[in-house]
């Protein structure tokens, strides 16, 4: 019976490191699912777009559509979650439009069109070039510029918001940290010792200097609420946090007039002339 107790024990700690190990060499593979394929554009829901490349600092072209509101006073920047490509946003690009925004959305490396493959490093660097074509190229100033990422968007733009200047940052469905989301996953592992990602965004959000929209739903099935109220209370003022409802996923449209209404009425708030962007240095 000992021997035996012995070799059941000591199967299960082989299985549970061989699961670690899985684990610790699959983490890219299970945070970015891109996918190559653009069969759908603007043009598919009856919008004009530009398709537009641009180059990051580190040399990759990478592909985003520009989708033009008349008199829109504000151009959304959106840094979309971690599947996927930007034709899989023309929902959120519709809605955008639809509010009266421009918006540029853009596909981080190894996504879609863009080349090169993702890393945590690499997506802030798609962000920044991103911001940079809307600003240098485009001549988009930067207090007309908000932030927006969902998901893990979320703290991409967060991290962005702490580097640049902008009229606000908009966090949609995002979580604490990649290692606070791994935690949660799997309880059973001490995933914080060999996380290879931080993304950090509770952190990025206390640096931000800019007006700061928190928004989540208590029905979100993959990304805690309670993350989300954590985001909340790491962010300066001001801010403001709206809770939708709806899964992590179609939260945004099953919200309807909700979720339109907290975009309008945050936007009203800090399109007010006192709120100028913060200056920084910018890299």
């Known amino acids: 019976m000992g021997f035996m107790l012995l070799y059941v024990g000591a199967a299960l700690v082989i299985v549970y490191a061989g699961f670690g190990l899985v684990l610790l060499f699959s983490q890219a593979r299970l945070l970015y699912r891109p996918i190559r394929d653009v069969a759908f554009t603007p043009e598919d829901v009856g919008l004009d777009f530009d398709d537009v490349m641009f180059q990051t600092q580190d040399g990759l072209a990478l592909n985003g559509w520009y989708v033009a509101a008349d008199g829109a006073p504000f151009t959304v920047l959106f840094c979309h979650g971690n599947a996927g490509n930007i034709m899989h946003r023309l929902d959120t690009v ?22 090169g493959r993702p890393t945590e490093v690499g997506t802030y660097r798609d962000a920044r070039a991103a911001y940079d074509w809307l600003t240098q190229r485009k001549g988009v100033a930067a207090e007309q510029i908000v932030l927006f990422g969902r998901s893990l968007g979320g703290s991409i733009a967060a991290h962005l918001a702490g580097q640049v200047e902008t009229r606000t940052v908009v966090v949609e469905s995002a979580f604490t940290s990649y290692p ?13 010792l060999f996380a290879r990602f931080r993304y950090d965004t509770r952190a990025h959000l206390a640096r931000a200097r800019c007006p700061v929209l928190v928004i989540h739903s208590p029905e979100d099935e993959l990304v805690p609420f309670e993350f989300g109220r954590r985001l909340f209370e790491a962010a300066r003022e001001p801010k403001r946090f709206v809770e939708i409802t709806g899964g992590h996923n179609d939260g945004f449209l099953t919200s309807g007039d909700l979720y339109r209404n907290a975009w309008t009425e945050w936007l009203d ?6 709120f100028e962007p913060a200056t920084r240095k910018t890299r």
């Open 94 to 115: 519709s809605l955008f439009h639809s509010l009266g925004l421009n918006c540029f959305v853009f596909d981080y490396r190894g996504y879609g069109r863009s080349e």
């Open 180 to 192: 606070d989301m791994g935690a949660r996953m799997y309880p059973y592992m001490p995933v914080r």
């Open 269 to 274: 708030f800090v399109g007010d002339d006192r």
